[in-house]
């Protein structure tokens, strides 16, 4: 059985309440049963330095990734982390994790692939936990097995592949990477390439807006009518259009396409996982230099 | 799994059992030794302390981390590194270098095998991608070295 919603004042002005949560709310849920909480970061120990009491941890690098194809677990696979993580279908999973969410909207695009029916984000993540001085444990949970059923991966609502985006150029598209990435100008020493990329820049049409701009200090995310002035005002997006989000490889455009669809309810937005790690790479897909998109 | 470099080069001993303790215990228990290396880094000392400025920033690292490097008059290299607590794989990677580097003399560092951090059997653990942060610290303690021997630092 699904568990209450949020009621917080901030959170009943996002388009998709239910998918959000604050500290407090977790807090006061942890015991509950149908509840998962799960930690996900960028760094692959930070869990096993302290944790929000009884959450498990999802590491984006080693659990959600086949290990071998460029490509997300199966259905079978994320059946089996599943199960292990103690989380059934009627789970409500609740994600956080460091750096504003990031690699916690991540792990919760990756859950949204395979349909999980109740996905929420703790506003703030582990940062705001941790500055409201909040307990935290080393303990490992032991969860037992859970049923989880293998359901096929749906890349086709959420997700853009190389040749979907050549397909929409010219459509609203928001590069969410730093302003020296968007513009080209690697910032790394010749010897020393940064994360494989061929070629710098961006693709053509995509304005940026790097994805931190939607976290305020304390992480947690700016409220509906601030990110309405960057989303819709500054960017000029609609929420009607059909919009293609992409970054490095997948992960930080995780957060804005959240952002987009959940928080300012759009009703169709990709993310382009390969990202600039394929584009960069790519032979003869075009790139456009420099500030302007 | 072979533990030898592909280039034949040996570690140095205290690396080499660095490489054995990792190797010695099961998967499970590994980052929990990487975490216990992270938590074992030493504190900057004070010309450092709070000036990055004065340090050398390793971007390839997932999260920033700085490192700094000298090389004394009789060549024994001195290692200092910087990284925030809320990246422990990047400062128990930065925790290996010192434990198996810090104190050798020059020679010594640069006869490091450059693919030694995939000895240590962490990538499934850690991913190949995170554990090319430690690939990149160890060049570039390497071309410092090469440097400050070719033109000693300015006296300090």
Known sequence: MA???????????????EMIVSTEWVAQHLEDPGLV???????????????????????????????VARDYVDGAGFARLMSEKGISRDTTLVLYGDKNNWWAAYALWVCSLFGH???????????????EGRPLSTDTPKPAPADYPVVDRDDQRIRA?????????????????????????????????????????????AKSVPWARAAAEDAT?????????????????????????????????????????HLLGFGHVRNYDGSWTEWGNSVRVPITRGTSP | ????????????????????????????????????????????????????????PVPECQTPLFLA?????????????????????????AAILHAGLDGLDAD???????????QLGLADLVSPLRLRGMAAMLSRIKRQVIQQRAAPRAAQ
């Open chain 1, 161 to 205: 592949f190389k040749d979907q985006v050549l397909a929409h150029l010219g459509q609203p598209m928001i590069d969410v990477r730093s302003p020296g990435e968007y513009s080209g100008e690697l910032l790394h020493m010749p010897d020393y390439p940064q994360e494989g990329a061929l070629r710098g820049g961006h693709i053509p049409g």
């Open chain 1, 221 to 261: 995310f700016r409220t509906r009518a601030e990110l309405e002035a960057i989303y819709q005002g500054e960017a000029g997006l609609s929420p009607d259009d059909d919009v293609v989000v992409y970054c490095r490889i997948g992960e930080r455009s995780s957060h804005t396409w959240f952002v987009l669809q």
């Open chain 1, 117 to 131: 029916p109740d996905l929420r984000l703790m506003d703030g993540g582990r940062a705001k936990w941790i500055a």
């Open chain 1, 3 to 17: 568990l209450p919603q949020d009621s917080a004042p901030k959170f009943q002005e996002y388009a998709h309440p």
């Open chain 1, 37 to 67: 909480v799960a930690e996900s970061d960028e760094d692959v120990l930070l869990y096993e330095t302290g944790h929000v009491p009884g959450a498990v941890k999802l590491d984006w690098h080693t659990e959600l990734n086949d290990p």
């Open chain 2, 108 to 118: 010594e560092v640069l006869a490091t095998p450059p693919e030694f951090s995939s």
């Open chain 2, 69 to 93: 490097v000298e090389v004394e008059p009789d060549e024994t290299v001195r290692l200092y590194f910087d990284a925030p607590a809320e990246a422990p794989t990047t400062r128990g990677f």
């Open chain 2, 1 to 56: 799994m072979t533990t030898q470099p592909v280039s034949g080069a040996a570690l140095n001993p205290r690396l080499q059992e660095i490489v054995d303790d990792f190797r010695g215990v099961p998967d499970k228990d590994r980052l929990q030794l990487l975490l216990e290396f992270s938590q074992d880094l030493p504190p900057l000392p004070e010309r450092y302390a709070g000036h990055r400025d004065r340090m050398e």
